[in-house]
Structure formats: structure tokens, C-alpha cells
């Protein structure tokens, strides 16, 4: 339910037009509507649709859809769906959906 109300939210004309204007992030294709937030540091991924990203996320390498990335959580090489990533979580190398806590850290490299 969280998933589906974060999407509905997004879709709503407002709150996605006011994402159009995101900073530029090297080598990233956003799929709108997504909404990104503050001093977020975004390489070389595709973001989108539906996805909401926390204050001060790192976010490399990877491929993210319908899900929400909360404040500080760290995500390097994987790939992600239907997920709800708590703050200050780090995920590296994996390919599945995921509900994980705040201050979570999981390799599966």
C-alpha cells in the first residue's frame, strides 16, 4: 500500500512537474515521475518511474523502479523493484525486491 500511494502521489500533476527540473547526474536517465531530494549524489544509473529518493542518498550503478530510497541510504550495483529502502541502509550487489530497515547494511557481492 505504501508503494502504491507513494506512485499515486507522483503522478499527481504537481509534485511531478516540480521534479522535471532535477540537477544533473552523471550518466543517469530518470524515468519521470520521480522525486529526488537534497545533496543526493546519483552515477551512472536509471531512475524511474515511481521513485522517490531521501535527502543525502548515494546511488551508483544501478537500476531502481517503484520504490522509495530514504535519507543517507546507499545503493551500489543493484538492481531494485517494488522496494522500500530505509535511512542510512547500504545495499551493494543484488538483484531482488527488498523492505529493508533504517541503518541496514547487506553485500551480496
Not at 542510512?88 to 543484488?94: Q, T, V
Request: charged share 20%.
Amino acid at each position: 500500500m505504501l508503494l502504491e500511494t507513494n506512485a499515486m502521489l507522483l503522478d499527481q500533476r504537481g509534485i511531478a512537474a516540480s521534479q522535471r527540473d532535477l540537477p544533473v547526474f552523471e550518466n543517469t536517465i530518470f524515468i519521470h515521475p520521480v522525486a529526488v531530494g537534497s545533496n543526493c549524489n546519483i552515477a551512472q544509473s536509471i531512475i524511474g518511474p515511481h521513485v522517490t529518493i531521501g535527502d543525502n542518498a548515494q546511488i551508483r550503478r544501478s537500476i531502481v523502479k517503484d520504490s522509495i530510497i530514504g535519507n543517507f541510504a546507499a545503493l551500489d550495483e543493484v538492481v531494485l523493484k517494488h522496494s522500500v529502502i530505509g535511512s542510512d541502509a547500504s545495499i551493494r550487489g543484488m538483484d531482488l525486491s527488498l523492505n529493508i530497515g533504517d541503518n541496514t547494511e547487506i553485500d551480496f557481492g
